[in-house]
């Protein structure tokens, strides 16, 4: 489990893959080549880097007018420069028209920003983009998902958005996990007690917390959704129904992520009860990757505690 | 020349004529800053541009992106003159179900070939097309109508940065300089001059010219389009407009059109009131009498 293997080096492999095959994939930059671990991309296909230097802006409404020519533009920087910064360019000029856009955006939750503290950790990218309609959003788990959802994006028509770590990203799935992109992904089955839907970084703490309740005699079901949007809102019901009890957990902002996109399917279809584990709306700080999601909400134990607390609601009128 | 000029002044002549049937039709939108660019929009499709309104979406077409996109009815009018759709639809101007938005939406109107009217994109948009061009080693050229207002948005600048960086001469940046914007002259409202200097700053070679000259306008896009679809790696400059040198190698350009907001409507003209204002019955008939041409059936 301390094994760590670069979201960002997975990403730039599953572009290196589908650039082969399609000349008309290109990478946007604002000055985030380093960032993005591209220098061997752009060794490789030096015209297929479109540099605009710092100006996100720019570079998200560049990467419009190269979708209209017929191109497929991953424009990729940090996250919350490519979804607070560049939002209404991304809304008006790649969402509404429907454009053949990939959005890359690293540093995702206050793992991913860890030591560079708030300016750098970006737990509201989710919730931003759920709200702006005809955009897919991936938050792969992995260095290997992450180049499969490279792969992936370049076949979904329209605006896809991905979203990765650090480049210090500890690995989930050894081997060629599958990875189908708008499908729930359930992970283990051991018993009803208590669904724990998650994704990203705090996968490995969900399979942590599966183990630790069922030493204590409760059976755990595990699903992975990488696809927040669309979300498999059928899957999800399904497993809602079936637990009557469910945790989700995410290292993004409480409001406006999964945890509340999970919430929205059982408020229409599966009335259970559900905790949100994630930030609490509050501004994080500094500090190592782990230290950081113990922090601020996101523990082994507070995965622990909200299962069991939510196990006790079951039945009851909420 | 001659007879080319009159009819592209016909032919604007109608493009407002047009504008003022949509807006007083629609009982909303924007008259005055359609006014100011009618020539330059006219110039445009009925004379520069390579495009085939039989088939909107042919690939390798000229693309045109009216950054100022509150000014659409000039663009729909020139698009419905044109061919693409029927001039009677500009009736349905800001209605419900029309394919002609309160401001410009590639996806629901034929020949509109970007999405605007959240002000200062259209460069960056451009910028993207010009650059997918040239990889695809095609000779279509974007054209790019920004006003002057909306020169006070940062990202302008940032795309401006870009074009001459990336040598882009498949483009032409066009400015709708009509000196006002919604709250004022552009200089009260945002300190928008020295303006040339600023483009030439930014490594621009820039053209200034008679928004409302047709002979100027024609000569000048005429010569910049004939500059772009050469490969821009030649070197082989001529001047733009007379008495200036030629741009250099790779040099972007811009054209400032000096322009009148409301152009062509005499009470409309220098009256900023008119960037968003429905003519009374009054004021319709007035410029229906002014602006000579066919209606809208």
Aim: charged fraction near 20%; aromatic fraction near 6%.
């Amino acid at each position: 489990m301390n094994k760590q293997e670069s979201t960002r080096v997975g990403f730039m492999q599953g572009l290196d893959a589908v650039a082969e095959k399609d000349d008309r994939i290109l990478l946007v930059s604002a000055d985030s080549l380093k960032a993005m671990r591209a220098d061997l991309f752009a060794a490789k296909y030096p015209g297929r880097v479109i540099e605009v230097g710092i100006a996100e802006q720019n570079a998200a409404a560049t990467a419009a007018g190269l979708a209209i020519g017929g191109m497929i533009p991953y424009f990729a920087t940090y996250a919350g420069f490519i979804t607070m910064r560049a939002c209404e360019q991304i809304r008006t000029f790649i969402a509404y028209p429907e454009l053949n856009v990939k959005l890359v955006g690293i540093n995702g939750g206050i793992a991913g920003g860890e030591r560079e503290g708030v300016t750098h950790q970006f737990f509201e990218d989710i919730g931003i983009l759920r709200t702006i309609p005809n955009v897919t959003i991936l938050v792969p788990a992995d260095a290997g998902q992450a180049r499969q959802a490279a792969i992936a994006a370049a076949s979904i028509p329209g605006p896809v958005y991905i979203r990765l770590g650090s480049g210090r990203d500890p690995v989930v799935f050894e081997g060629n996990t599958p990875f189908n992109p708008g499908k729930i992904h359930i992970l283990q089955q051991k018993g009803r007690d208590i669904a724990l839907f998650g994704n990203g970084i705090l996968l490995p703490r969900l399979l942590a917390a599966a183990e630790v309740l069922g030493t204590r005699g409760l059976g755990v079901t595990v699903v992975e959704v990488h696809t927040v949007k669309p979300l498999d809102a059928e899957g999800v019901a399904l497993v809602l129904n079936e637990c009557g009890a469910a945790v989700a957990a995410e290292d993004h902002n409480i409001i406006g992520g999964l945890g509340s996109a999970i919430m929205e399917v059982a408020g229409e279809n599966a009335p259970v009860p559900i905790a949100r584990i994630g930030l609490r709306d509050r501004f994080p700080g500094s500090g190592p990757p782990d230290a950081l999601l113990d922090r601020y909400g996101m523990g082994l134990r507070d995965i622990v505690d909200a299962a069991v607390a939510t196990i006790g609601r079951k039945g009851r009128r909420a | 020349m001659i007879e080319r000029i009159q009819r592209l002044t016909t032919i604007a002549t109608q493009l407002r004529r047009d504008v003022v049937n949509a807006v007083y039709a629609a009982k909303d939108g924007h008259p005055g800053p359609c006014m100011s660019a009618a020539d330059l929009v006219a110039a445009l499709y009925f004379d520069i541009l390579h495009v085939n309104p039989e088939n909107p979406d042919w690939m390798d077409r000229d693309r045109f992106i009216l950054s100022k996109g509150h000014a659409c009815p000039i663009l729909y009018a020139a698009l419905a003159r044109r061919g693409y759709f029927p001039p009677a639809e500009l009736k349905s101007l800001r209605t419900l179900d029309s394919r002609l938005q309160g401001h410009p939406v590639m996806k629901k109107t034929p020949g509109v070939d970007a999405n605007s009217g959240s002000l200062g994109h259209g460069l960056s948009q451009g910028c993207g097309l010009a650059l997918a061009a040239r990889r695809r080693g095609v000779d279509s050229l974007t054209f790019v109508l920004t006003g002057d207002g909306e020169l006070e948005e940062g990202i302008v600048w940032e795309a401006a940065m870009s074009v001459a960086k990336f040598k882009l001469t498949n483009i032409v940046a066009i400015v709708d300089n009509n000196g006002m914007q919604s709250g004022g002259t552009v200089n009260a409202v945002g300190g928008l001059y020295p303006l040339r200097e600023k483009w030439e700053a930014f490594g621009w070679y820039v053209a200034e010219l008679d928004g409302h000259d047709m002979g100027q306008i024609i000569t000048a896009l005429e010569k910049a389009a004939i500059r772009g679809r050469a490969s821009s790696e030649i070197g082989v400059e001529m001047p733009i407009i007379p008495r200036q040198p030629p741009p250099g190698p790779g040099q972007p350009i811009v054209i400032i059109a000096h322009t009148i907001k409301g152009k062509g409507v005499p009470y409309m003209e220098g009256d900023n009131s008119w960037h968003k204002r429905v003519p009374t019955d009054a004021e319709y008939q007035l410029a229906m009498s002014l602006l000579k041409g066919l209606d809208l059936e």
